[in-house]
């Protein structure tokens, strides 16, 4: 690692001021107050954790007026997220990503994430929809960042970010109520109410917790007037512009602020205190999520003519000028919308044995999305003309259908967990934490392309009479023998949509059975401590179903010349061999604390991280040579990958506690990557498939700063530089044992019969990650005086995060721009009363947070506009 560097990288995030991970108090007098966190599945004061914790509490995140990912994870160092819109992304740690593409079809080919994401005790990640909690009522959310694999299990490879909630108290009845109504500019209002109600049904014994919540956002993207016109630069047409070719438009459906959504939903906790030792816990949380439009701009629109080439970007020889849009425009062709809702029953026992202390945890996590959107894009691609438009004579295609197009995704996952642990008193000199954990995760998705505008053929495998062809219905006699020795497991075995182009209709299962402990020994008792960890893990992953496209189901020619339909192509994974994978073994974690003084503490860790592997849709073969060959078969599955992770961090109170600089210096080591490749024009196919083979480095500085050198006045804000680079850059290696090249880099493939240079998929050594932006800092001042039995605030904050990539895959690679917003709020507070004025991005930037082509047309994911709102509070506790 460059310590030269990292110093002075220390130095300037010192001098900007990070975010602090402790609540403020205006009226205390002590200096900064403690946080307690149960990041090592202890509860501890965070200034006692060896690792790199962050945690915002529940009054800080009223504070910042935060409630969902996008909001908060502003303020959150070395936290990235690559999102399309609510619950529509992945979350990324100290800039651990190769890269998003779109959220159609995530369920089937998206990698398990490498953040683990925790309600309470409950996991809840899957590929490419992170649980969008809606942050009511919550004690805290913890971000413990850098690999977590010995106590959070796989998927934790990165870090954690764990949604704490707040639990019955039995001793106080509380009341709580906020409400909230906001202008954004370009867009339209948004309103809030938030209630809390605790109540002791039996004092000491038995109290109920209810939380209800209700978000409506109001939406700040125009879909703008427009039409479709085929080009003769749409790649698909190569040049030939059919002489009867459909214009489509969109004006029946042009609208303002067509991005509105609605959080809503409930959480109830009941606790017992079964004696003095015990006490059971049981929480059931619903929420939905309503969500219309789009959340991204077009920076051209869809006639701007110029085609989205396979490099993801826009071909050059169509100026921008034919049709620029503004800020905050698309131009859609379909009304789109995403359900998301999630139900959650958790339990959790508390007790003693002896002198031990148990713990029982159970989660079981049901969740449902449904998401449509306009793709109407697509046509402009390699492949949309080959079915929407048919060939009549030699030469060309002679008609082009309608362009108009969507895609429909449906997911249904279902996780279940239970752990048990065992802990030792926190005052022994020998300390462990152990455990047995089992977990499940399924995952089924149905993603259907609806892109075939060319009519249905007629016949039905000759058969006379037959109107319909049945290539869409699997368990029909008539169908391809081939998927008559293995029915696939379709979450919709029924005939589908006419227009369906392609499907993915999987279904994916994940066990993990794991065995854990963790010791401190305390060396010298109080002042230096020793940590080691494993967790022994047996993971059994599997996926069943089937993908399959209609491209022989098309009327290509008149019907009097029409031949019978053909069957449908696709790849049926039952018939795989094998379908299931296992892998087994132990991750660990060594650490040295040194507690220098009650305020100063010192740690070295190494840690492991890891995560599950998965599996192709198919093996076809690509890249063929000069004689037609293959050199490539697309592998059934890919493996974890793995990190390693060497940290250096302190965690110190200064003068007498008014000064907190928390901070870590680390070098991750992530190797056997999971990437994903997306290369038509170099010869293979027009799916997303994974594998294995690059490794990245990671050298990084986080710091967390707060300060309070007056008892009215709070200093506090995060920063964090990460520096990534690719160590090796691996080719594509011939794996057909027939060719005479076998075993040997590809070089060359010939595509179309002509030669084409097979460029390095992964990148070239040294480029950065995606999503890993090296710098990203937030700070915030908030002075509060008396006047009377008023409490008058006022708060300034800026956040500031340094441009990066959307991808390591050159192929969909765009650069994001770096970007400042301020926020500031004033406000008053008297007894119970709390009332506010705020106004978030005060300067109404408009830079993407995320860009991407996967619509087949560039989009890029803005910051919601200027905001300005006005909350009051009202607050009852007895």
Known sequence: ?????????????????????????????????????????????????????????????????????????????????????????????????????????????????????????????????????????????????????????????????????????????????????????????SSNLESVLNVPLIDGKLAVRLVIYNDNRGGYIDNVPSTFTRSATDIGLKGHLPSDSLQINNYDIVQKDINSSNYKGLRAGIKYQINDEWDALLVQSYQDIDVQGVFYQHPNGADSGCSRTQGGSID???????????????????????????????????????TLNFVYAGGYLSRNSEQIQDYTNYARGVYGSYYQCATYEPGGYAKCYTPSSTWHDKTHNVNQSHEVRLSSPDDWRLRFVGGLFWEKRELNDD???????????????????????????????????????????????????????????????????????????????????????????????????????????????????????????????????????????????????????????????????????????????????????????????????????????????????????????????????????????????????????????????????????????????????????????????????ASPTYGQPIETTYVGGQPVTVTQPYGQKGDELANSPKLQANARGRYTWIMGDYAPFVMLGLQYQDSSYSSTNPINLYKMPSWTTWDASIGVKKDEWNAELYVVNLTDENKSLFTTASQFIVAEVPMRPRTIGLRINYAFGK
């Open 447 to 737: 993603t259907e392309w609806l892109y075939k505008s060319v009519p249905e053929c007629s016949g039905s495998k000759g058969v006379a009479g037959s109107v319909l062809n049945n290539c869409f219905l699997w368990l029909d006699p008539s169908a391809d023998p081939k998927f008559q020795s293995a029915v696939p497991n379709l979450n919709n075995p029924n005939r589908r949509n006419s227009h369906t182009g392609f499907f993915d209709d999987f279904q994916r299962t994940y066990t993990q059975k794991a065995a854990f402990a963790s010791v401190d020994f305390d060396i010298l008792p109080k002042t230096l401590t020793l940590t080691l960890g494993t967790r022994y893990y047996d993971i059994s992953n599997e996926m069943l179903g089937a993908n399959m496209g209609s491209f022989n189901c098309k009327q290509f020619k008149p019907i009097a010349a029409a031949g019978p339909c053909q069957n449908a192509y696709g790849t049926n994974l039952n018939e795989q061999d094998p379908n299931k994978d296992t892998s087994n073994g132990f991750k660990s974690r060594a650490n040295l604390t040194w507690h220098v003084t009650d305020d100063v503490l010192l740690y070295g860790t190494w840690s492991e991280g890891f995560r599950p592997g998965g599996f192709n849709r198919g093996t076809s073969a690509h890249l063929p040579d000069a004689k037609g060959v293959p050199q490539y078969y697309i592998p059934k599955s890919y493996k974890s990958d793995d990190l390693t992770n060497i940290e250096f961090g302190w965690k110190t109170l200064l003068l007498d506690r008014r000064l907190q600089i928390n901070g870590a210096i680390y070098q991750l080591k992530w190797t056997n990557v999971q990437t994903g490749i997306f290369a038509p024009t170099l010869g293979l196919g027009n799916l997303t498939f994974g594998v294995n083979g690059p490794e990245y480095e990671v050298e990084g500085i986080e710091l967390q700063v707060a300060a309070r050198p007056l008892d009215a006045l709070t200093i506090d804000g995060s920063a964090s530089y990460n520096k990534s680079k690719l160590t090796n850059s691996p080719s594509l290696v011939n794996n057909n044992p």
């Open 1 to 189: 690692m460059n310590y030269r560097l990292a110093s002075a990288v220390t130095a300037i995030l010192a001098a900007s001021a990070a975010q602090s991970v402790y609540a403020q108090s205006a009226q205390s007098s002590q200096g900064l107050e403690e946080v307690v966190v149960t990041a090592q599945r202890r509860t501890e004061n965070l200034q006692n954790v060896p690792i790199a914790v962050q945690a915002l509490t529940g009054d800080t995140l009223s504070e910042l007026k935060v409630a969902t990912v996008d909001d908060f994870i502003r303020f959150l160092p070395s936290v990235s997220t690559a999102n399309l819109g609510p619950g529509q992304g992945n979350i990324y740690m100290r800039g651990l990503s190769v890269g998003a593409l779109g959220t159609q079809g995530q369920g089937s080919v998206g990698f398990w994430p490498n953040v683990a994401v925790y309600l309470d005790e409950q996991s809840t990640q899957i590929p490419g929809r992170n649980l969008d909690v809606y942050a009511a009522d919550l004690e805290r959310i913890e971000v413990l960042v850098g690999p977590q694999g010995t106590l959070f299990g796989a998927g934790a490879q990165a870090g954690v970010l764990r949604y704490i909630t707040n639990k019955p108290d039995l001793n106080r009845t509380e009341f709580k109520a906020t409400a909230g109504y906001a202008d954004t500019a370009h867009g339209a209002a």
């Open 316 to 354: 050059p020889s169509c100026p921008d000028s034919l049709q620029p849009l503004k800020p905050l425009q698309v131009t859609l062709f379909n009304n789109g919308y995403t359900h998301d809702r999630f139900s959650n029953t958790a339990l959790t026992v508390d007790g003693k044995i002896s």
